[in-house]
């Protein structure tokens, strides 16, 4: 069984860091780009970050830009998300996901996910 799954959630003060691990299972990530995207209640799933196949490559949103960084452990079949300062804006679900597709550049084609991981930052 194919699977994605998502740890390192949780409640954080505002200006903190968590750092998210995807690790996969059933498949190798090696040959994917992973996504992390984030939805927060009543608003649109939003793309946070993208790290190619072979970790040479990332790509973040300007919201989050100079704060998170995407790196990933092939050997470990796991990719992490540091996030650092950490806002109350932040505060979603977030979920990895693989792309058939090796790099960053579209076309996208997510065809795994993860089942998310809550974020909560606030005082």
């Known amino acids: 069984q194919l699977q994605l799954v998502e740890s390192g959630g949780g409640l954080v003060q505002p200006g903190g860091s968590l750092r998210l691990s995807c690790a996969a299972s059933?498949?190798?990530?090696?040959?994917?780009?992973i996504g992390w995207f984030r939805q927060a209640p009543g608003k649109e799933r939003e793309k946070v970050s993208c790290i190619s196949s072979s970790g040479g490559d990332t790509d973040y949103a300007n919201s989050v830009k100079g704060r998170f960084t995407s790196s990933r452990d092939n050997a470990k079949n796991t990719v992490y998300l540091q996030m650092n300062s950490l806002q109350p804006e932040d505060t979603a679900i977030y979920y990895c996901?693989?792309?058939?597709?090796?790099?960053?550049?579209?076309?996208?084609?997510?065809?795994?996910w993860g089942q998310g991981t809550q974020v909560t930052a606030s005082s």
């Open positions: 996901a693989a792309d058939r597709f090796y790099s960053c550049s579209p076309p996208y084609d997510y065809a795994h």
């Open positions: 059933g498949f190798t990530l090696d040959v994917y780009a």
